[in-house]
């Protein structure tokens, strides 16, 4: 499994910006997959996006295109997700999720199954 540590969460105000970071360590095979997930208070776990290792491409959710922007730096073993226009209904924990896929070519789904999960992370989006 894929260790996961978030960080960069905070409060912001309407039509702010801000950058998580997800440090991920552990990776076997160059054959995985890094996503953010979120969850607001009374609400099932969303799925923003994702990117392969397979491909490099980043993929998102209707929600959020557009406005976040998911990329990494393989060097440090790091995604980012910047995070833009933010509004109150972006209030929530955010998670670093991975997986070590099975097989070559392995293509992420933003909605996926992940088995590795980070500790979360806090962002509030208020005035």
């Known amino acids: 499994q894929l260790h996961l540590v978030e960080s960069g969460g905070g409060s912001v105000q309407p039509g702010g910006s801000l950058r998580l970071s997800c440090a991920v360590s552990?990776?076997?095979?160059?054959?995985?997959?890094v996503g953010w997930f979120r969850q607001a208070p009374g609400k099932a776990r969303e799925g923003l996006s994702c990117?392969?290792?397979?491909?490099?491409?980043?993929r998102y959710t209707d929600s959020v295109k557009g406005r976040f922007i998911m990329s990494r730096d393989i060097d440090k073993n790091t995604v980012y997700l910047q995070m833009n226009s933010l509004n109150p209904e972006d209030t929530a924990v955010y998670y670093c999720?991975?997986?070590?896929?099975?097989?070559?070519?392995?293509?992420?789904?933003?909605?996926?199954?992940?088995?590795?999960w980070g500790q979360g992370t806090q962002v509030t989006v208020s005035s």
């Open positions: 990117v392969s290792s397979s491909d490099g491409v980043s």
């Open positions: 999720v991975g997986i070590i896929a099975r097989r070559s070519g392995y293509v992420c789904r933003v909605n996926g199954v992940y088995d590795s």
């Open positions: 552990g990776i076997t095979r160059d054959n995985y997959a």
